[in-house]
Structures are given as structure tokens and as C-alpha cells.
């Protein structure tokens, strides 16, 4: 006989708290998508509301009544992936089949939650997909996926709806649907997601961003993410870090490191005492040097994007230049006169000390020390003049040492 509870129509707000209850990020996350149940869709979906801008989770009721609570957790954590990632607030390549761009999504997201979702999912590594790799980006899927069968539907936004061969339904994973190919669908709901105005996504993708930062910060305080990975956190919160303009902080460190150099001229008139005494002139000019680590682990890459940018920034002052790896290549020392255009090169292959340079630095008139490097060798002394660090993005999130300088991540593409 049906107990009364099992009659009831399955509320999820009424579990959230316990099925997220070891996930603080995505607790988080929770708290702030709201939760309808909707029995016209087969599974579950997130979507933007056209009107208030809000995060919206809708679900099957019985879909969910059916699954353990490891599932229902992990599709809990799939849908606000789906945030995270902003497959919901970006849309889709253009051109590009909306199946498929629905499936490759899905593969990104499964990769992280493998074992934790209902059958009927699209894995990588499994199934249809069993060449694909796991842990890539959804536009990584989407060139790798293998070609659409003929016969196979997908370019309306019905993944997911009910149907003969739906894996949602009970089909096991990889059932192909008419024509062979892919499976019938992706086992969530994605319909509507390019349908809302752009103006409205604009406003939901700040507002998912706030929405990440705050769990992001309850999980830090937490001193715990859940089954959130490494890479995945790291991924996350570099989403969440200002964009800098590495150009932009360049010419701005130069021109924060001029000084005023003043001689006395007749030819200018002096406020205080006109006439009677000669007035000043100042001549700003700033005096650099540009420490280029030279050891084998700083690539060709590195040192020709940073190479592009000193020609540019050589129309602002001139730059004494300073090889170096485990010492300085005083041989190759030169000064890089304004207005000079010069080709990238590499004078060694050896290993990294900062004392070197900073020595080398430290001994002469330097208004400003940038140094080049991958930041992989132990903290240097201090500098006496205003010292920059520049790097690659990777190693600037994954410095050796720790310091209050400014370090800048270039682009090396």
C-alpha cells in the first residue's frame, strides 16, 4: 500500500539542504536559483526568467522521485554547472547545430561528475563518446564530436523531450535514436536558452558572476569546495579575477618610475623671481631595466611577446637590458635606445637566480626593475627601486614565492 508520503508529488526545495549538505560551493549556489516543478519537461533544466532576470531550476517531479540521492545531488551540481559555466548567459557558436552545441555542453559538465548522474547521460569515455576524452571544455566536444549520422534530427531546441528510445525514459545510456548517431538526448532540458534577450543576459551574467564570487567565498571560508576539483576551482575563480591589461600596466609603471631631472635656464622664466634669477627646466626620463630570465623553462613564446611590447614601450624611455639565468650575462648587457626596434633573442639556456639582476640593479641608478621570468626559483632580496614581475598566466597562478610586487600575466598568444 502507498504511504502518504510516497503520494505526494516530490518537492525538491524540501531536500536541497541535505543533498548539497557536503557541497558549500554549490549549496551556495543553490540558495540563489529558483526551484519550480514542471511536469510539461522530462528531466530538469536551468534557465534565465525573460522577465526578472533570475536563474530558474525546473523539474520533473516523478523524474526526480526516481533517482537515489547520489543522483538527484548530482543533478543538482550539473544543472548549476551549466551557470558556472555560462552555458546558459552565452550563446552558442553561431552556425552551429543547437544539438549538438546541447551534448557537447554535457560532456563538459559529466567529466566532472562521473558515477553521480542517472543513465541516459552523455560521458565522455563511454557510450557513443567512448574516444572522447574527459575534462575538456564544451568547445572542446564540439569540434571533436563524431559527425551526425544522416537521419538524425537535432536542429530544434526539444533536446531532452519525451519519446520512444528517451534516455531520460529508461533507455540505457548510448541508445541510438532514428537514423543511429547520437543518443535520443541530452538527459537535462535546455529549450529557451537563446530565446531570452540579450539585454536580459547581460543583466543575469553579472548577476550569476556576483553569484559566483559570494560561494566562492563560503567555500574559501569553509576551507572546503566539495567534490568541486582543483583544476576546476582554479578555473572558477580565475573567471572571477579582473581582466588586466598587461600593455596598459607596463607603460604605466614606466611613467610612475620617472624622475624630475632639473637644470637651471635663462631661457625660462622663474615665477617666484622673474627676471632676477634663472628659471628650471625638468626633463622627465625614466631609466629602466628589463631583467629577461634566459633559463630553458621561459619558452620562445614568452620571450617574443614580451619582445613586441619592449618595441612599443621603447617610444616612452630606454631600457638597459639584462640577460640572465643562474647569473647575469654581462656580455650581452645593451642598452635599448628610444625609438630602437629590435628582434627577440636568447643568449642562455641555464638555470634561475633573482639575486643576480637584482644586484646588477641595485648597484646602479635604476628607476625601475621589470623582470621577465616563469617566477620558478626561490625569493631575491630586495630591490631598491620599484621591481615588476611578468610572467605567463599559468605561472602567475602558480608563483614560487610569495610577494606584495606586482606580478603580470602576459598574453602569449
Known sequence: MMTDEAAKPFDLNMHVARLLMNEPFFAAISRRVDKRPMAGIPTAGVRINPVTAQFEMVYNPEFFQGLTDKQKAGVLKHEFYHLVFAHVTDRKPEGVNARRWNIAADLAINSHLRGELPDGCCMPGEGPF????????????????????????????????????????????????????????????????????????????????????????????????????????KDILAKLAPKVDWKKVLRYFIKTSQKANKRSTVRRINKRYPYQHPGKSVNRQAKIAISIDQSGSVDDGMLQAFFAELNKLATLAEFTVIPFDSDVATDNIYVWKRGETRPWERVRYGGTDFNPPTDYVNERSFDGHIVLTDLCAPKPKRSKCQRMWMTTKYYAERPYFQTNEKIIAIDTK
Open 130 to 233: 567512448a574516444d572522447l576524452p574527459i575534462a575538456r571544455s564544451a568547445e572542446w566536444y564540439l569540434a571533436n564530436l563524431p559527425e551526425q549520422q544522416e537521419g538524425e534530427g537535432g536542429e530544434g531546441e526539444g533536446e531532452g523531450q519525451p519519446g520512444e528510445g528517451q534516455p531520460g525514459e529508461g533507455q540505457g545510456e548510448g541508445q541510438p535514436g532514428q537514423g543511429g548517431g547520437f543518443p535520443d538526448g541530452v538527459f537535462d532540458d535546455h529549450e529557451g536558452w537563446d530565446d531570452v534577450p540579450q539585454e536580459v543576459k547581460d543583466i543575469a551574467k553579472e548577476r550569476i558572476k556576483d553569484h559566483i564570487k559570494k560561494a566562492a567565498e563560503e567555500a574559501s571560508k569553509a576551507n572546503s569546495w566539495g567534490s568541486v576539483s582543483g583544476e576546476c576551482r
